[in-house]
């Protein structure tokens, strides 16, 4: 299988993956999705520079980004949420798991295939992904209670019970 097979599926499968999941769970976990799309694209270009990895594949027209982070990442991220979210120690337990097979079995396995480059340890990716999961966990905690907020809010609201002023329609 080529490498342009396999970094097109990690940007495509995930998110055909999304027909198994409810309307409401996809608007839900959307903003969250976009997050980890963020962070995960800052995190990528940071480890670029700092010469702890190096992307030697991507989909084109993705310079120096693999496709994890416009498909597997989020999409992933969706669902860990959608099965663990507000049960914190499955959520770190379900997570870890994941960070573990991310960091010890993809990441050399892309290494492996020549798609991308790892200059430091598997350790180190295990430890930044795990603090990319802690921030997702807090920013969907963060849009959770806005959302609540706004809910409470919109029902507060009154509509206006003020006539508009009538005019005179006199004979002339």
Known sequence: MSNQVIVWAMLILPW???VFMRKEEIRRFIPLALFAMVITSIVIE???TLKLWNIRETTYPLNHTLSYVYGLAPVVAMWIFKFTYNRFWIYVAADTVFNL??????????ASR???DLLTS?????IIVSVLAVLLYLYQMWQENAWADSRVSSYELQPALKRMPQEDKTEE
């Open 122 to 126: 598997r350790f180190s990716v295990f």
């Open 114 to 116: 020549g798609i991308k």
């Open 16 to 18: 055909l993956s999304l």
């Open 46 to 48: 940071a480890g670029i």
């Open 101 to 110: 097979g991310f960091a010890f079995v993809v990441t050399p396995w892309l």
